[in-house]
């Protein structure tokens, strides 16, 4: 499979790595990095866990969005939140697991919820590129 890329996001880390600084090449994104205490570190700042989070909930949260429509169901309310964790893997590295939580309102039933999820875990790229290789658990939640 071949990708040419529409955009491409470019972001340089330097310092002590976890414990260093980030930012994008265009100057709209820029933080210091921590590692979190629960790891053994100073915590205090973002960590590359958080912003994968953050780019993985609101990337499935578009892919939602885009192919509800196409499906011609409407969603009025939606949220998606990313839980990603991180630790030691079978084979002496580490690994990450995700867990997505969607929350749809507005008289979408949970068969008609599911189902959309479920299209949009087949579209977005996060979970394209995790497929395979990490554990991304789905909740789906109405209301």
Known sequence: ???TP????????DGDGRNGHVRTDDGLF??????????????????????????YSA????????????????IEDAAVTAEVG???????GFGLVVA???????????????????VAHQ???YSNATRGNVEVTLKVVTG
Not at 59 to 74: D, I, M, Y
Not at 86 to 92: K, Q, T, V
Not at 100 to 118: D, F, I, K
């Open 30 to 55: 820029e933080s210091d990095l921590a590692i979190p205490e629960a790891m053994g570190g100073p915590g205090g700042a973002t960590n590359p866990e958080q912003l994968f989070a953050a780019g």
């Open 6 to 13: 529409t955009y491409t996001a470019v972001a340089t880390a």
């Open 100 to 118: 997505l939580e969607v929350e749809l309102g507005g008289g979408v039933s949970q068969e008609e919820a599911e189902r959309a999820v479920e």
């Open 86 to 92: 991180i630790g030691s893997n079978d084979s002496g």
């Open 123 to 125: 579209v977005c790229p």
């Open 1 to 3: 499979m071949s990708i």
């Open 59 to 74: 990337c499935f949260l578009s892919a939602l969005k885009a192919t509800t429509k196409q499906h011609g169901v409407t």
